[in-house]
């Protein structure tokens, strides 16, 4: 996430607008699978509130995070006590795998790298390259731009949530620029507005997300349309998970 994504409002409601129980059931199981029982650590960049490393911890690894949202940051360092969260872009963490790394595991989940514009591929994918040990694999998901693009929707469907009796929802709406998408989310409760969260994002095509990789000697990848090995990636698909070794 760049220093202009920092999700501020939406970040005291963050748990409540993810189905933590239904993602993690989908994603770790993947992750794992990724890892083959050889990964002893992992770096997870974007981190949020710290729920995926929370899983991973628990399956053994040594954990650590990297979140540039002061709110995010705060909540996965209380969700992670004694864990690491590193104040860290996603374009910087080259100078931060010197620092810490190398990790066995690297991850990069939830759409985050579509916060970082193309133009700064380069330094996150060297950066990313060298905060992978050998042998290790780095786990990149986004939302399949290759179809959205083509399809340009208004708006995505709206979350309705309810919690501790009192109803929330996340009405998700994209307005598209010449190279970006505006992303705003408008949460209610109760029907009352409670703040927008105003994003921009940049289009992650697959065929520039695997090239990007390429250059920075990332050299093996394989690409899936979600965390589902046996589900190959068309253009068609709603997500992209691309998984990538050196």
């Known amino acids: 996430m760049t220093a202009d994504n920092q999700y501020g409002t939406l970040a005291p409601y963050y748990d409540i607008f993810i189905d933590w129980d239904k993602r993690l059931a989908r994603e770790i199981p993947f ?4 890892a083959a029982g050889a990964a002893k650590s992992c770096l997870d960049l974007g981190c949020g509130t710290g729920r995926h490393l929370a899983a991973l911890r628990a399956e053994g690894f040594r954990v650590e995070g990297c979140e540039p949202s002061p709110g995010l940051r705060s909540l996965a360092e209380k969700n992670l006590p004694g864990v690491k969260i590193h104040d860290c872009r996603m374009e910087d963490i080259d100078e931060l795998a010197g620092r810490c790394g190398p ?3 690297a991850l990069c989940l939830g ?3 579509a916060h970082l514009p193309a133009g700064r591929f380069p330094a996150f994918f060297s950066g990313l390259r060298n905060a992978v040990s050998a042998g290790g694999a780095a786990v990149v998901h986004v939302l399949s731009y290759d179809r959205i693009m083509q399809l340009r929707p208004a708006s995505l469907a709206s979350k309705e949530i309810e919690k501790d009796r ?3 929802s996340f009405q998700r709406n994209y307005e598209y620029g010449t190279d970006n998408i505006r992303f705003t989310i408008e949460i209610r409760k109760n029907g009352n507005l409670l703040g927008v969260e105003n994003q921009t994002l940049f289009p992650v095509y697959s065929a520039s997300l695997v ?3 390429r250059q920075a000697g990332l050299v093996k990848s394989r690409l899936f349309g979600g965390f589902d090995t046996g589900q190959p990636y068309t ?6 998970v691309a998984i990538f070794g050196r």
């Open 166 to 168: 009192d109803r929330y």
């Open 235 to 240: 253009e068609e698909s709603e997500n992209l």
């Open 31 to 34: 992750i794992l699978a990724v």
């Open 111 to 113: 759409n985050t790298l």
């Open 211 to 213: 090239e990007s990789a």
């Open 103 to 105: 990790w066995d595991l």
